[in-house]
């Protein structure tokens, strides 16, 4: 790692610390601090129910989701710690220079 990457890294990390959603891997249950970003839904064939459905970002450091066992790809599912919110993962934005990974995501409520 670069020095540059190092410091985005550490400012990255802080950004966590401070703002950081704890989120689970489904079905392993494994965790992972990110940043969640809402964002307006990408034009869909078929009509969804915006009250039910809708798009974030999932910003994670690389470092963090390289430590995971399960491999995090598209379909995969996060599931926020409160378990109020499901992000299903609809792209991924990795530059390989980056520090951080970007999960597009579809996000629901969890059904009670």
């Given at each position: 790692m670069?020095?540059?990457?190092?410091?985005?890294?550490k400012g990255f990390s802080a950004s966590l610390?401070?703002?950081?959603?704890?989120v689970s891997l489904q079905p392993d249950g494994e965790t992972l601090?990110?940043?969640i970003e809402a964002t307006a839904p990408q034009n869909e064939k078929h009509p969804v129910n915006q009250a039910t459905?809708?798009?974030?970002?999932?910003y994670a450091l690389r470092s963090d989701v390289?430590?995971?066992?399960?491999?995090?790809?598209i379909g995969t599912i996060f599931?926020?710690?409160?378990n109020t919110k499901s992000y299903?993962?609809?792209n991924i934005q990795d530059n390989p220079i980056?520090?951080?990974?970007?999960?597009g995501c579809e996000t629901s409520d969890v059904p009670a």
């Amino acid at each position: 790692m670069t020095p540059v990457q190092q410091l985005l890294a550490k400012g990255f990390s802080a950004s966590l610390s401070q703002r950081g959603v704890l989120v689970s891997l489904q079905p392993d249950g494994e965790t992972l601090m990110v940043l969640i970003e809402a964002t307006a839904p990408q034009n869909e064939k078929h009509p969804v129910n915006q009250a039910t459905r809708t798009a974030s970002k999932l910003y994670a450091l690389r470092s963090d989701v390289e430590a995971l066992k399960a491999t995090v790809g598209i379909g995969t599912i996060f599931r926020s710690a409160d378990n109020t919110k499901s992000y299903r993962v609809a792209n991924i934005q990795d530059n390989p220079i980056s520090v951080k990974l970007i999960y597009g995501c579809e996000t629901s409520d969890v059904p009670a």
